[in-house]
């Protein structure tokens, strides 16, 4: 399965529902964050990944399918490839250097 056919679906499925008023950018960037503060619940109280359990992990994966669910839909709205986007940020992000420091 595409990209595109993954957000072909998403669209149907907010469509088939009447949710387009509520998908503007503010909207869906308020969602998006609610589902990204979901995923950093699952990690709270845990020192390591290595904490996780089967049941963490799994209710990992369909967080990160509701934060993937509302960039789509972001992407959709603004009319540009997440691929692409990501490729973009990517070649600026290598052209960056980065300092470290240990302490």
Same mark, same amino acid.
């Given at each position: 399965?595409?990209?595109? @056919?993954v =957000?072909?679906?998403?669209? *149907?499925f907010? %469509? #088939?529902?009447?949710?387009?008023?509520f998908?503007? &950018?503010?909207?869906?960037?308020?969602a998006?964050?609610?589902?990204?503060?979901?995923? @950093?619940? =699952?990690?709270?109280?845990? *020192?390591?990944? %290595? #904490?996780?359990?089967?049941?963490?992990?799994?209710? &990992?994966?369909?967080?990160?399918?509701?934060?993937?669910?509302?960039?789509?839909?972001?992407c959709?709205?603004?009319?540009?490839?997440?691929n692409?986007?990501?490729?973009?940020?990517?070649?600026?992000n290598?052209?960056?250097?980065?300092?470290?420091e240990?302490?």
């Amino acid at each position: 399965m595409t990209t595109q @056919e993954v =957000i072909d679906d998403l669209i *149907k499925f907010r %469509n #088939d529902r009447g949710w387009q008023e509520f998908h503007t &950018l503010i909207g869906l960037s308020r969602a998006l964050g609610i589902e990204a503060s979901e995923v @950093e619940k =699952i990690f709270l109280w845990k *020192k390591s990944d %290595n #904490d996780l359990s089967e049941e963490d992990k799994n209710a &990992l994966k369909f967080e990160l399918a509701d934060v993937l669910t509302y960039a789509f839909y972001m992407c959709e709205k603004l009319n540009v490839d997440p691929n692409q986007i990501v490729e973009e940020k990517l070649a600026k992000n290598k052209q960056r250097h980065w300092k470290f420091e240990e302490k």
